[in-house]
């Protein structure tokens, strides 16, 4: 539990470091995060922990700005890194992804990557593409990974990154 504290205490200090306008220069952006599995959009919107999965973030870029304006573009690598829940697997499985067999629902962690190259467009607009892997195993103890492809469009809070 100790150590717990202590790396969240280390994350908290990273992540209150605030941005700085800057004409050029190298970003870097590190922090964890919660996913949330919606899943088919013809559920009820409904709450539930199984459908919590827990993750890492991180970004490497340049960003340059024109002007001493603080609206710069960023050349980037994005990058996921995490635990997929177990019914969450089971769900994506329910919603078509290829999965083989019956999800080990004992294991609690399936761990799963993902890196995108992209640009941040006016340190707001983000898009990148790239690929990731998911691994699971199924009831016979058998390990499997699923290759999937990804691409992100949305919106960027640049007030956590840190520049130098």
């Known amino acids: 539990m100790r150590q717990k504290i202590i790396i ?53 870029g340049f960003i340059s700005t024109r002007g001493g304006t603080t609206r710069g573009n960023m050349l980037a690598i994005f990058g996921t890194a995490g635990s997929t829940n177990p019914a969450v697997i089971q769900q994506m499985q329910t919603d078509g992804a290829h999965i083989t067999g019956l999800i080990d629902t004992e294991k609690k962690f399936n761990e799963f990557y993902c890196v995108e190259g992209g640009m941040v467009i006016a340190r707001f607009l983000r898009l990148s593409g790239g690929f990731g892997r998911q691994s699971y195993s199924n009831l016979l103890g058998e390990n499997y990974k699923l290759k999937y492809f990804s691409g992100t469009l949305g919106l960027v809070s640049t007030s956590m990154l840190l520049t130098g």
């Open 8 to 60: 969240l205490l280390i994350l908290i200090l990273i992540l209150i470091k605030g941005s700085y306008a800057q004409d050029k220069g190298f970003t870097f952006l590190l922090g964890p995060a919660v996913n949330y599995y919606h899943g088919d959009t013809n559920e009820k919107f409904s709450y539930s922990s199984e459908k919590l999965s827990w993750q890492f973030n991180g970004q490497f």
